[in-house]
């Protein structure tokens, strides 16, 4: 199937202010390449820091990578026009409380996109109250502001603003983790309906591993601005092969009985991004970590193969297979 | 029991704006009620002046000079308020001067409010170097000291009731850009605001349809602040000798005109005084009554 | 592990804020017990009392809200009718508190090493150089590298995982006999969340305290504690062992949530999940009904006609159900409902059972 997106070599600085007007260069992105095919959903997992959430301004085209090339079907992001952008691209964001402007009622809301494009006639009625029962928001509400909804509903308004303009890629940023838990399924009961009937590419961004599990095709692994870990999600959740996707993994804690806490987590801290760690950039934090993970970035093994990652010493893996012989 | 999409208000179609629901709150506030009654009544006051009395507020009359009061001895109820030293009348001038004390106020907000809303709303929106600018422009404009950049001006130019619009207008925008400019930052941060990026809104309808409506509660707040100042500064620069010029009449004129019989005759500079506080206190009531009222902490 | 010395006893807590006119009842009659070495965690969603509950046997709650309790005793001291003097003595001394967010938590305008002696010093006479050992040490105990240059630093300067360890520091300072954390890891990074869980764990069961957990996510309970409360509208509505509460949930409302979280290697991709229809209710006025009747699929004529009392079940269970005690009578596949206005397309895949545990 055709890649419906694709990364080449993106990163993002910022520069960011320190002491006395002295700048320094944060790299929030170093370097991603990314192809996402059209129809699957790809889970980006990864912790407050590692980039994620600039990739997904810059998929959105609010943000402009300084370097590499975002291809939307083929052409470069910056080809299209901000209609033309919005009409291939998105998002459904973390928050539903501050992503619904509180002053426009949620039949506003969801017809905003459509307004935009000039459509605003009795065919957007229809169809925003179409999409309104669609996405399981009880017609009488379409009148409502924002303030008058609870945290699911709103998520709903959301999700179908997102999806009046019938884009062919919806960007999910934490869409489930700042509702209560009862919620959250019925949202993602509803996000995994409409990828299967509207064909819909998905990147599912999340720290909730249950979450993508549930959801993604395919998962890609963040750590520092770099993609550490790419796969079909049932070889990562089965075999991960990095040692951060192996902490990630560990650290969700099921609901179930007998469940203990898990034996070890990464024990240093986050480290600055303004300031990355030489080498492989987790090695701070690895359980694994050799003198050469400290002097010598990892390459990345399996570039041709589904299944990729960077790590010297990685998991699941033959020694003979190992990438450093 | 499948139900599950039932408000928290449950079921009734109840969808009043937030700007509604504020407004429904305003009038449950006694200061909103009270500060606002007098308002309304010193505008219709101002409106309907000519009917309310018989006298032409210019027109002097020598021989009736210095007429006193109903409540004071020889007072009589021809002139109520008794006439100043050019026989004009006392009340005809009070109510008179409401007009201009009003309309000066009004119209110094709108402009300022204009000014101080754009470039709030530029700086908070685009942040980097428009910011810097223009905060360089405010600080400048908070070095200089109102009342006397006024006179200055006002001297050097003649006076002329346009020119001290335009001139308060143009010295009390500094707090409508503060405000503003926070505002617009908070809310520049609000998915929304990136939401409406993503749809691919232009920037005049993310200013103008996302930002500026949720940004309306502090403007408003702002807007009550500044009209009083303007009546006191106007009031201050016709006591200085250099606002409103007779034949116009405005209360800060009125009490420049009475501050020689201040010993003699006190009423003359306590009446268009007491008006004054009684407006400005008005003002502030329903400043702060909106200020409770937009703040998310007032929420039910 | 929890012997019979209770720490902590609340009977019958009661809260109601008046707001615009009407008057909210957000925890009503909850009955808790906190034991020496016991973990003990509040369970429920936003709004259903928990962090209130909190604040109230902490003294916390502002002066308009109305706080009544049969019995509030720590260590058998009475605080229902405790002096606000007596309460500062007791806080951050015998009881002591964690927040989510350790960064509005900790005072940005102070160096760790001052907040830490001030609050050593309004509770022991120790003079300020003991004070600063003691804050290091603790500093140190609770995993934080060089202690002694973290003293001077400000909150600011350190990151999410470190301030929530000096938040633990801090609460260990007077050596509390009653820890309430609320929420300790919601604001925290997942592989952050579980080094700070385990702390707290190991600290706990080394020096014996009591931990009141107050949390949503069944996840962190499941590590972390042996006995469950769980809190609806206000109510406790379920009380058990963590295993017993975990493994065959008996209210309703517990039961929806275990099988509304997804689990990898238990429930399958794009399964549907199970839910808890409806929204939580407001809570004004006295309940003629059970408060989770709205959305209850088992709901029958007697739970709309009266409030539920709490009642035993077996195994030293407490449920407000009527519901048969033995966990019978109950159906997973109630919980999978097909979303009424996506069931046009997805009605093939609504009926999948939710998995056996």
Same mark, same amino acid.
């Given at each position: ?16 202010? !320190? ?10 992105l ?53 209609? #033309? ?18 002053r426009m009622?949620?039949? *506003? =809301? ?27 928001l ?13 945290g ?17 890629? $919806?960007?999910?940023?934490?869409? %489930? !983790? ?10 993602l009961?509803?996000l ?8 819909? %590419? ?16 395919e ?25 951060? !996707? ?33 080498? +492989? ?11 050469? +993970?400290? #002097? ?11 299944? !990729? ?17 | ?22 407004? /429904? ?33 210019s ?38 001067? @409401? ?23 530029? *700086? ?12 360089f ?12 950049v ?18 308060i ?26 939401s409406a990026?993503?749809?691919?809104s232009?920037?005049? &309808? ?18 009550s ?36 019989q ?39 | 592990m ?25 925890? /009503?009659?909850v009955? $808790? ?21 909190? $604040? ?14 049969? @019995?509030?005793r ?11 003097? /007596? ?9 002591a508190?964690i ?34 050992? /003691? ?56 592989? =952050? ?31 972390? *504690? ?34 509304s979280?997804?689990?990898?290697g238990?429930?399958e ?26 959305? +209850? ?13 709490m ?5 030293? &269970? $407490?449920?407000r159900?009527?519901?048969?005690t ?6 997973p ?8 206005? %996506? ?15």
């Amino acid at each position: 199937m055709p890649e419906v997106l694709t990364m080449r070599d993106v990163t993002r600085d910022y520069s960011v202010g !320190s002491g006395f007007g002295r700048k320094q260069t944060l790299r929030a992105l170093r370097g991603v390449n990314l192809g996402i095919e059209r129809g699957t959903t790809l889970g980006l997992v990864g912790e407050s820091g590692c980039g994620k959430s600039t990739l997904a301004k810059i998929l959105l085209g609010v943000e402009a990578p300084s370097s590499g090339e975002v291809l939307v079907d083929g052409q470069p992001i910056q080809s299209y026009d901000r209609i #033309e952008r919005a009409g291939l691209i998105q998002p459904v964001f973390q928050d539903p409380y501050s992503s619904l402007n509180p002053r426009m009622t949620v039949e *506003a =809301i969801i017809a905003a996109p459509m307004h935009v494009r000039g459509e605003s006639g009795r065919k957007t009625q229809t169809r925003v109250r179409e999409l309104a029962g669609e996405v399981g928001l009880p017609g009488h509400l379409i009148t409502a502001y924002p303030s008058q909804l609870s945290g699911g509903q709103r998520q709903r308004v959301a999700i179908a603003r997102a999806l009046i303009g019938e884009p062919e890629i $919806l960007i999910c940023d934490e869409p %489930t !983790s700042a509702l209560d838990v009862s919620v959250q399924s019925q949202i993602l009961n509803l996000l995994h309906n409409l990828k299967r009937q509207l064909n819909l %590419t998905m990147i599912l961004i999340s720290h909730n591993l249950a979450v993508v599990h549930h959801l993604a095709d395919e998962v890609a692994v963040m750590y520092l601005g770099q993609i550490v870990e790419r796969g079909p999600s049932r070889e990562i959740f089965d075999a991960a092969r990095h040692p951060y !996707s192996d902490a990630l993994l560990k650290a969700v804690l099921p609901p179930r009985a007998g469940v203990r806490l898990p034996k070890m987590g990464p024990e240093a801290d986050f480290p600055s991004p303004v300031n990355p760690p030489s080498g +492989c950039t987790f090695h701070p934090r690895c359980p694994k970590a050799h003198a050469l +993970c400290a #002097e010598q970035m990892p390459k990345l093994s399996g570039a041709d193969t589904a299944h !990729s990652y960077r790590c010297h010493f990685p998991n699941n893996v033959k020694d003979e297979e190992c990438p450093r012989v | 029991m499948n139900n599950m999409t039932t408000s928290a208000q449950d079921g009734a179609p109840v969808s009043l704006s937030p700007g509604r629901i504020a407004l /429904r709150r305003a009038f449950r506030h006694g200061g909103f009620w009270i500060g606002g009654t007098i308002i309304l009544a010193i505008i219709l006051i101002a409106i309907f002046a000519p009917l309310l009395t018989p006298y032409d507020p210019s027109v002097q009359s020598l021989s009736k000079g210095f007429v006193p009061p109903v409540w004071a001895k020889d007072g009589s109820w021809l002139h109520p308020l008794g006439t100043d030293n050019l026989g004009r009348d006392y009340l005809a001038r009070l109510l008179y001067g @409401a007009r201009i004390s009003l309309g000066l106020a009004l119209l110094t907000v709108i402009i300022s409010g204009t000014i101080g809303t754009a470039m709030g709303i530029t *700086a908070g929106y685009w942040g980097g170097w428009p910011d810097m600018i223009i905060n360089f422009f405010i600080t400048v404009r908070l070095t200089l000291p109102v009342v006397l950049v006024a006179l200055v001006v006002v001297a050097l130019i003649g006076s002329s009731l346009w020119l001290l619009i335009l001139v308060i207008g143009l010295l009390l925008w500094d707090r409508f850009a503060i405000v503003v400019r926070s505002a617009t930052q908070q809310l520049a941060q609000r998915e929304y605001i990136t939401s409406a990026r993503a749809i691919g809104s232009s920037t005049p &309808r993310i200013l103008f349809r996302e930002i500026l409506p949720n940004i309306t509660g502090p403007l408003v707040v702002v807007a009550s602040i500044e009209i009083a100042h303007a009546i006191l500064l106007e009031a201050a620069l016709s006591f200085l000798g250099l606002g409103v010029q007779p034949p116009d009449v405005s209360w800060g004129l009125m009490v420049a005109e009475a501050k020689a019989q201040l010993l003699f005759r006190p009423w003359m500079i306590a009446i268009p005084g007491a008006a004054l506080v009684l407006l400005i206190f008005a003002i502030n009531l329903v400043g702060d009554a909106l200020r409770d009222v937009t703040t998310p902490e007032g929420k039910a | 592990m929890p012997n019979d010395t209770q720490i902590l006893n609340v009977q019958g807590l009661s809260v109601q804020i008046p707001v615009h006119g009407s008057m909210l009842r957000p925890v /009503r009659d909850v009955n $808790l017990e906190v034991g020496r070495g016991e973990t003990v965690a509040v369970v429920g969603e936003s709004g259903c009392g928990k962090s209130l509950t909190a $604040l109230a046997i902490m003294g916390l709650l502002p002066r308009q809200a109305m706080v009544q309790s049969d @019995a509030l005793r720590l260590n058998s001291e009475s605080l229902a009718q405790a002096s606000p003097k /007596r309460w500062r003595q007791l806080r951050g001394d015998q009881i002591a508190m964690i927040f989510q967010d350790p960064m509005t938590a900790l005072d940005p305008c102070y160096r760790i090493g001052n907040q830490m002696c001030e609050i050593l010093q309004q509770h022991r006479k120790i003079s300020r150089t003991d004070a600063m050992a /003691r804050s290091r040490d603790l500093l140190g105990k609770v995993g934080i590298p060089a202690p002694e240059e973290r003293l001077k630093q400000y909150p600011h300067q350190l990151s999410g995982g470190l301030r929530q360890r000096v938040m633990i520091a801090m609460a260990l300072l007077c050596e509390p006999e009653l820890i309430i954390a609320d929420e300790p890891t919601t604001a925290l990074d997942v592989t =952050i969340q579980a080094q700070i869980l385990r702390l707290l764990r190991d600290i706990q069961q080394e020096t014996n305290i009591g931990l009141l957990l107050i949390t949503h996510d069944l996840g962190v309970v499941a590590g972390m *504690a042996d006995r469950i409360v769980v809190m609806y509208g206000g109510q406790v509505v379920e009380v058990g062992t963590c295993d017993q509460v975990l493994a065959q949930p008996l209210h309703p409302y517990t039961e929806g949530l275990v099988r509304s979280i997804p689990v990898p290697g238990e429930t399958e991709q794009g399964e549907t999940l199970g839910y808890i229809p409806g929204i939580v209710p407001r809570q004004v006025g006295e309940l003629s009904a059970c408060g989770f009747v709205d959305r +209850c699929p088992y709901a029958t004529d007697i739970c709309h006609a009266k409030s539920i009392p709490m009642r035993d079940a077996d195994n030293a &269970r $407490l449920m407000r159900c009527i519901l048969p005690t033995d966990g019978s009578a109950r159906d997973p596949a109630v919980w999978v409902l097909p979303d009424e206005t %996506t069931a046009q397309g997805a009605a093939t895949h609504g009926s999948t059972p939710c998995p056996k545990f």
